[in-house]
């Protein structure tokens, strides 16, 4: 049974300051890690996805990946009132058919004023 | 391109009642799929199709059938509706899973919502 771990919040952080997520996975096997963001009531959006070891950067999200300790995180600088959202970590892996993603249960993020 | 389209909105449903999911992407892209989200749960995957006349099981298949005749559409049917089938119903598709690649993204539906009483 894969499994993905989040911690699910709620992340409370103050406007401007750096947002921490975090996912663990069980699956040695897995390729691909992704990083969706979702509003209240809206369908999951993809922020960024990573498939090697070390850091990804993009805009103000940075992904860091670590397949030895089995570990993905997301790095929000800057956050903003508008980043306030569910995050949800997904893993691939390899699949005889189909991209099967296997989803965190997701981190609520609060970014206050 | 719209995207991922889904039909209805929402829908209310009496226990024992069938209904049909439709979800219509415009994008060619090979595989689809239907994942259900439960209050404060991630992503479970119910169906998936790595293209037309091709449809396999994920996690949580029981209660529900898909079919995927052509590559825009792939509805999912609901047959005999249960209370534990209310959840929110998101469809989802990709170009194709070559590893490491961007096309690997899926990109999701507005969603269904459906309340089974």
């Known amino acids: 049974q894969k499994e993905v771990e989040q911690n699910s919040g709620p992340l409370s952080v103050p406007e401007g300051a750096i947002a921490s997520l975090n996912c663990t996975y069980s699956d040695r096997g897995s390729q691909s890690f992704f990083w969706y963001r979702q509003y209240s009531g809206k369908s999951p959006e993809l922020i960024m996805f990573i498939y090697s070891n070390g850091d990804k950067e993009d805009g103000r999200f940075t992904a860091q990946l670590n397949k030895a300790s089995q570990y993905v995180s997301l790095l929000i600088r800057d956050s903003q009132p508008s980043d306030s959202a569910t995050y949800l970590c997904a893993v691939a892996g390899v699949t005889g058919g189909g991209n099967k993603l296997t989803f965190g249960t997701g981190t609520q993020l609060k970014v206050e004023l | 391109n719209a995207g991922v389209t889904q039909t209805p909105k929402f829908r209310i449903l009496k226990i024992g009642q069938s209904m049909t999911l439709q979800c219509t992407q415009d994008m060619n892209h090979n595989y689809m799929y239907w994942y259900r989200q439960d209050p404060g749960m991630g992503l479970k995957l119910i169906y998936y199709?790595?293209?037309?006349?091709?449809?396999d099981k994920g996690e949580v298949p029981n209660g529900y059938n898909v079919s995927r005749s052509t590559t825009e559409d792939f509805p999912l049917r609901l047959e005999l509706a249960a209370p534990s089938q209310t959840s929110v119903y998101f469809c989802?598709?990709?170009?194709?899973?070559?590893?490491?690649?961007?096309?690997?993204?899926?990109?999701f539906g507005p969603g269904t919502r459906l309340l089974v009483l």
């Open positions: 989802a598709s990709s170009s194709h899973m070559r590893q490491g690649a961007a096309q690997e993204t899926q990109y």
């Open positions: 199709s790595v293209g037309a006349g091709i449809t």
